[in-house]
């Protein structure tokens, strides 16, 4: 019988929004992993007594809705295919289920750290980024490099979300499924469930029961952008190199998945 997240979602002990953004992570190591659907709720099961799960309005899960901008020439794009390690992102996020905007500007430095800097913005802005003076002031500012009248809408994200932390407060995983993309300049669309998206964010000095239970599963990092993702699988004339091994190796995890169903269903 196959674990159900849900199940094993509702067993676990809430913590609130003013809880969650109590947790301060200093000296933060991020890493990211791909997961089908079933290993995920393996995982849950090996650790849902040592976290927390957030929850807002009842929800313990949340929806997002993504819109990503570039420059005409995908400048954006092409500075993460060609491993530069200083690079930046830029789009407008809704918080479906609380009915908030944000627009959002994350930076990576050359050491490998993103800081992510935000404003509040109202539902305009989510439809037109330039609608707004208030918008523009925070990119200019944030992006000085670009010129914001030149940057075009390229992609869009959706997904799910559940938030774990560890009942110490040194560590939140955050866990993406339902993954989908849009195309703003082909209209193509695809997605990549069902395969989750994880980020554990911990203090660097904490042990962590998560990254074990990983281990225990034999699931390894991989580093992964939704938008550099997103754009290489929705439009293949794009310069992808980079992304060709992890393609693989995603499109490797959906056939093992299938694999697992298939037996399953046969030993049924």
Same mark, same amino acid.
């Given at each position: 019988?196959?674990?159900?997240?849900?199940?094993?979602?509702?067993?676990?002990?809430?913590?609130?929004?003013?809880?969650?953004?109590?947790?301060?992570?200093?000296?933060?190591?991020?890493?990211?992993?791909?997961?089908?659907?079933?290993?995920?709720?393996?995982?849950?099961?090996?650790?849902?007594?040592?976290?927390?799960?957030?929850?807002?309005?009842?929800?313990?899960?949340?929806?997002?809705?993504?819109?990503?901008?570039?420059?005409?020439?995908?400048?954006?794009?092409?500075?993460?295919?060609?491993?530069?390690?200083?690079?930046?992102?830029?789009?407008?996020?809704?918080?479906?289920?609380?009915?908030?905007?944000?627009?959002?500007?994350?930076?990576?430095?050359?050491?490998?750290?993103?800081?992510?800097?935000?404003?509040?913005?109202?539902?305009?802005?989510?439809?037109?980024?330039?609608?707004?003076?208030?918008?523009?002031?925070?990119?200019?500012?944030?992006?000085?490099?670009?010129? /914001?009248?030149?940057? #075009? $809408?390229? &992609? *869009?994200? !959706?997904?799910?979300?559940?938030?774990?932390?560890?009942?110490? @407060? +040194?560590?939140?995983?955050?866990?993406?499924?339902?993954?989908?993309?849009?195309?703003?300049?082909?209209?193509?669309?695809?997605?990549?469930?069902?395969?989750?998206?994880?980020?554990?964010?911990?203090?660097?000095?904490?042990?962590?029961?998560?990254?074990?239970?990983? /281990?225990?599963?034999? #699931? $390894?990092? &991989? *580093?992964? !952008?939704?938008?550099?993702?997103?754009?290489?699988?929705?439009? @293949? +004339?794009?310069?992808?190199?980079?992304?060709?091994?992890?393609?693989?190796?995603?499109?490797?995890?959906?056939?093992?998945?299938?694999?697992?169903?298939?037996?399953?269903?046969?030993?049924?």
């Amino acid at each position: 019988m196959m674990l159900d997240i849900n199940d094993i979602l509702n067993n676990m002990t809430p913590i609130s929004l003013d809880e969650m953004s109590a947790v301060k992570l200093m000296n933060r190591i991020d890493t990211k992993y791909v997961a089908d659907d079933l290993t995920v709720a393996k995982l849950f099961s090996l650790v849902k007594d040592d976290y927390y799960v957030q929850e807002i309005d009842g929800k313990r899960i949340a929806r997002y809705d993504n819109i990503y901008y570039d420059t005409v020439d995908n400048h954006m794009y092409i500075i993460h295919q060609d491993k530069k390690l200083k690079r930046d992102k830029l789009r407008v996020r809704n918080y479906v289920d609380t009915d908030t905007y944000f627009c959002e500007v994350k930076h990576k430095n050359n050491r490998g750290r993103t800081k992510k800097k935000r404003i509040e913005v109202g539902q305009s802005v989510f439809e037109d980024l330039k609608s707004d003076g208030k918008t523009r002031e925070f990119v200019e500012n944030q992006l000085p490099n670009y010129d /914001f009248d030149g940057f #075009v $809408k390229k &992609l *869009s994200t !959706s997904f799910e979300r559940i938030t774990i932390v560890n009942k110490g @407060k +040194t560590e939140r995983i955050t866990v993406d499924f339902n993954v989908r993309f849009h195309n703003f300049e082909n209209g193509n669309d695809t997605g990549i469930a069902p395969l989750v998206i994880m980020e554990l964010k911990r203090d660097g000095r904490c042990k962590s029961r998560f990254q074990k239970a990983l /281990f225990e599963l034999r #699931v $390894k990092p &991989l *580093s992964i !952008s939704k938008y550099c993702f997103g754009r290489a699988l929705t439009d @293949k +004339t794009l310069k992808q190199n980079r992304f060709k091994k992890k393609i693989i190796k995603l499109e490797k995890l959906k056939k093992l998945r299938e694999y697992a169903v298939t037996s399953n269903n046969a030993e049924l």
